[in-house]
């Protein structure tokens, strides 16, 4: 029998009901007999003590409640039974008996057991009692601990009482065994199991159940997972355990129809089972898969499940296992017996798939392989759309036709793509100057079997030159450039020309020694667009790509042109420190000056002035970034730096108070360095205002930097000297150099000995500097990066006989009067403007309330109101397309000198504010809100500019003041 032992104290009811016409019987159960007018009376005394109800449940009609119940429920409150009656109409319709059912189970609590009793009462009120079993059951946690018909009409003497709860358990079986059937899903199916095995005897017994429980268990979670191969070991010992014991032959199951039903979970299951030996019958452990070779059954099998998760609308499943399908089908038509699960392996396959979607390369693909490809762009599109849930903007439009179509061609297994490009060798990819020197040594280096040239018509003569001398037997092409120093517009070009020839190439190498900087940027493009295509749709920057191994990568070893295009140049930059420099090597507690710090400024405003140039094309701008700086992937820079001469540094150590003259730097100035120094005395951690909690070096100081260029010329040249001057105009070294410490005046700089430019002197003369910079190739859209465009805005403020940290400490205090809520309604002692009273007001308010986020993170991040989460707006959150360590400042304070007067240049080089576009957020406290769009999230800077440059609103005074703007 199907039941639980009986180890609580739910409530346990008896269901029955009583007829008109009672007759003394003789009834037996278990070897025990009774006698009794009502057969549920004879079975209250026949139960085991732990199986009797302790609540009669009795469906009376009128006329019985008249003529049998008074002396019913005195009989049954004799055996210390509790009697309920429920009055019920004759039920002469299906409302009377809907109203019946109802009425039994609200009287029945959720939870409790419930035995049944069908032998009197109507003809039809047994099926009144097998719907309400089974809703009981079903929805209300209800166990049926037994249903019994005492068979008075037998022409036994003792009529026995028959057990029918077989009959009730087998709708739960079909049900079960119906869900496996059309969904898969065993859960349901093991749980039957279970009920079993935990109603029987500890012991041997149990033992078939519980094996085919556990093989339904995995069964349910690989096939739910999507794990075919998992599933087909757990698909084999299921399969395994009901051949060895069938349900009929399971002891104590006692269940009708058990042959038929064992067959049917069987023939649910074997379509998924393996059909090797070893992993047929489920019983393989270890390691077992990476010995499982594929071949074309295994397919076979695969593609049978895939059929039903279609079949069965769980798309996402079939799309899933579809797309590894197909990569399984390349490994065994493409790469017989190579280890088809190694993610090396796969991943070649899927990229060459991936090659095959893309639209810029449809030109080069046979039709087979443009139909391979759209299936694959198709499939993966979808997979995606089920993987992410739908969350992206555009609404899930689920539409598998065009998937359906392809896959009925292909689900047999017995074809594959044709191979995708490859076939014609190592290729070299090489630009080329007027010396044939850097071909000749390239070919004997690398030994391609073709070379493709990059050169401008003039070198054109030396490639074969080169060839001859190097004995190049080889294929060999030329890309000419027309404009070899500004041929930036010539690169799309040259992209297209040099891509079949990359994509025929199983393996192709790229130089950048040799010809000029705008050669190397076009070769690097080369190589980009050859490891992209390679990779597929994945952006890997791995050495090898490709089913062919193929290997795109920049050349290890530098070949050395003996005589480069462009002539050596030395450029000599006198800069002077003006203001205390926090700049440190690895040693935090020790200021020095750093080159390499030099060198990163110097990049900084090579990129901010070089956005114009390129158009936006972030690719070709970093590619000749390091073609010019230097790069792991391009090598040694051809400018090389070193520190000529420097005057004797003093320092401000870590701990001491930063003094201008013999005073405590002032408030302003303290505010421009929070993060670096204390800001005000702080009598709990027992410092001053102004003490440092990082070294200094002391201002002022000169130094002299030298830049050696090597093969630089023309624009390059003219853009490295307009660097070297942004950067002694308007910026500085190490910590808060957008703060104005650590600014840089640059006072001469020479090419070649020669002066080329020296510091103005006046304050029109600097305007007219920073002008300059604005001649041409400015971008006339908002630069994806901190750069100079048509947004960009300048103001110069002349000091009044003010010391460098003087100027600083003036222009801070003018900004906290213009941002700080203060305390207490106080600013540097004066009522404070309370200019941003709505970000004052939002991050009083509970994180989940807030809509928006204050209008000053455009400062800069973090932007923290307190310690506590709900106030800080962390960098490490501010955006959902790229993890972020800050934001900076787009205001750069630089602090200037020119003929023994002090001045402030104040630049306002805004970019797109985070990544992302419209779509960018931030996460305010623990709420993440959409950011304001660019222009709009500017306005404060903008006003704080104008708050400088009109004078009507700020507190300081300033001898003169001029605004710079595109």
């Not at 203060?822 to 807030?850: C, I, P, T, Y």
Request: glycine share 8%; charged share 25%.
């Amino acid at each position: 029998m199907e039941q639980r032992a009986n180890a609580d104290a739910r409530p346990h009811y008896l269901l029955t009901a009583l007829g008109i016409h009672p007759r003394m019987t003789n009834y037996a159960l278990k070897g025990k007999t009774a006698k009794a007018e009502h057969s549920p009376l004879a079975l209250l005394q026949l139960l085991d003590t732990d199986d009797r109800p302790d609540t009669a449940l009795c469906l009376l009609t009128s006329k019985a409640r008249e003529k049998v119940w008074d002396d019913f429920s005195k009989q049954v409150m004799s055996l210390g039974v509790g009697a309920e009656p429920i009055d019920i109409p004759d039920m002469n319709n299906s409302t009377q008996m809907a109203e019946v059912i109802q009425a039994v189970a609200q009287t029945i609590q959720p939870d409790s057991r419930l035995t049944l009793d069908i032998t009197h009462g109507p003809r039809h009120i047994s099926f009144v009692f097998y719907a309400l079993a089974l809703y009981l059951s079903s929805f209300r946690n209800i166990e049926i601990t037994g249903a019994w018909y005492g068979n008075y009409e037998s022409t036994e003497t003792n009529k026995p009482l028959i057990d029918l709860q077989p009959l009730l358990n087998l709708p739960q079986w079909f049900y079960a065994i119906r869900m496996f059937q059309e969904t898969g899903f065993t859960q349901t199916l093991a749980k039957r199991f279970m009920a079993v095995c935990d109603g029987l005897p500890k012991g041997p017994e149990r033992g078939p159940f519980s094996k085919v429980a556990k093989a339904l268990e995995d069964f349910s979670t690989h096939y739910e997972a999507g794990l075919p191969m998992e599933l087909g070991l757990a698909a084999g010992k299921l399969c395994h355990g009901l051949e060895e014991k069938p349900l009929e032959n399971m002891p104590g199951l006692n269940l009708p129809l058990a042959r038929e039903l064992s067959e049917v979970i069987l023939e649910a299951a074997k379509p998924v089972r393996f059909d090797r030996v070893g992993l047929r019958d489920g019983t393989a452990s270890g390691e077992w898969k990476k010995n499982y070779l594929l071949g074309q059954v295994e397919l076979q099998r695969q593609a049978t499940l895939i059929d039903q998760y279609l079949e069965r609308n769980q798309f996402s499943l079939a799309l899933g296992l579809m797309r590894e399908w197909t990569v399984s089908l390349g490994v065994l038509h493409r790469n017989p017996g190579a280890n088809w699960m190694k993610r090396t392996v796969r991943i070649k396959l899927e990229r060459e798939l991936g090659a095959m979607c893309k639209k810029s390369l449809r030109q080069y693909l046979d039709d087979e392989q443009k139909q391979w490809g759209t299936f694959w762009d198709r499939l993966g599109k979808l997979r995606n759309q089920f993987a992410h849930h739908g969350m992206r903007p555009e609404v899930a439009k689920i539409n598998l036709d065009e998937i359906r179509c392809f896959w009925q061609k292909i689900k047999l297994g017995d074809r594959a793509w044709t191979s995708f490009g490859g076939g014609h060798g190592h290729l070299l990819v090489t630009p080329l100057g007027m010396s044939p020197g850097v071909l000749f040594s390239a070919l004997k280096k690398v030994q391609p079997d073709s070379v493709l040239v990059l050169c401008s018509e003039q070198a054109k003569a030396g490639i074969t030159e080169a060839l001859s001398h190097s004995a190049f037997s080889g294929n060999h092409a030329s890309l000419i450039m027309r404009d070899p120093f500004n041929g930036i517009d010539e690169i799309g070009e040259l992209l297209q020309k040099s891509r079949k020839v990359c994509l025929d190439a199983d393996e192709v190498q790229v130089n950048l020694t040799g010809g000029t900087t705008m050669m190397g940027i076009a070769v690097q493009r080369i190589y980009e667009q050859a490891r992209n295509d390679h990779n597929g749709y994945r952006k890997n920057k791995s050495v090898s790509h490709g089913l062919r191994r193929i290997s795109i990568g920049l050349m290890s070893h530098r070949i050395r042109e003996k005589a480069m295009t462009e002539p050596n140049h030395t450029i000599t930059a006198k800069y002077r420190v003006v203001t205390p420099m926090f700049l440190s090597g690895a040693d935090q507690n020790h200021a020095e000056l750093r080159l390499p710090s030099f060198k990163g400024a110097l990049r900084f405003w090579w990129r901010a002035l070089s956005a114009g140039r390129f158009n936006g094309d972030l690719t070709a701008l970093r590619a000749a970034e390091d073609v010019l700086f230097g790069s792991t992937r391009t090598g040694q820079s051809r400018v090389r730096m070193r520190i000529v001469s420097c005057a004797t540094l003093s320092t401000v150590k870590k701990g001491e108070v930063l003094c201008d003259s013999s005073h405590v730097i002032g408030e302003g100035a303290r505010y421009f360095g929070y993060g670096v120094m204390e800001p005000s005395a702080n009598r709990k951690k027992g410092t001053m205002a102004g003490q440092l909690l990082r070294p200094c070096v002391s201002a002022p100081f000169s130094m002299v930097i030298e830049l050696r260029c090597h093969g630089v010329g023309g624009i390059e040249m003219t853009q490295l000297q307009l660097a070297i001057k942004a950067l002694g105009l308007m910026g500085g070294l190490g910590s808060k150099s957008r703060k104005g410490y650590g600014s840089l005046v640059l006072e001469e700089l020479l090419l070649n000995g020669g002066t080329q430019w020296s510091n103005p002197h006046t304050l029109e003369a600097v305007a007219e500097s920073i002008k300059s910079f604005y001649a041409k190739d400015v971008a006339e859209k908002l630069p994806p990066y901190t750069a100079f465009s048509r947004f960009s805005r300048h103001v110069i403020l002349k000091g009044n006989k003010d010391s460098p940290l003087a100027l600083l400490d003036r222009i801070g205090c003018e900004m906290m009067r213009y941002r700080s809520w203060g305390h207490e309604g106080k600013v540097l002692g004066e009522d404070s403007e309370k200019n941003f009273k709505d970000d004052h007001d939002l991050m009083k308010q509970a994180a989940k309330d807030r809509t928006t986020h204050p209008r000053r993170i455009v400062f800069g991040l973090p932007h923290n109101y307190g310690k506590a989460m709900p106030d800080q707006i962390p960098p490490s959150k501010i955006a959902e397309k790229g993890k972020l360590n800050r934001r900076a400042s787009p205001l750069l304070i630089h602090i200037h000198e020119c003929d023994k007067q002090t001045l402030a240049v104040l630049s306002f080089l805004p970019a797109t504010f985070l990544p992302g576009g419209h779509d960018a957020t931030i996460n305010v406290g623990g709420k993440v809100v959409p950011v304001t769009h660019d222009p709009e999230i500017w306005h404060p800077v903008e006003d704080l500019l104008d708050r400088f440059a009109s004078g009507q609103r700020r507190k300081e005074s300033f001898g003169e003041v001029l605004e710079v703007c595109p």
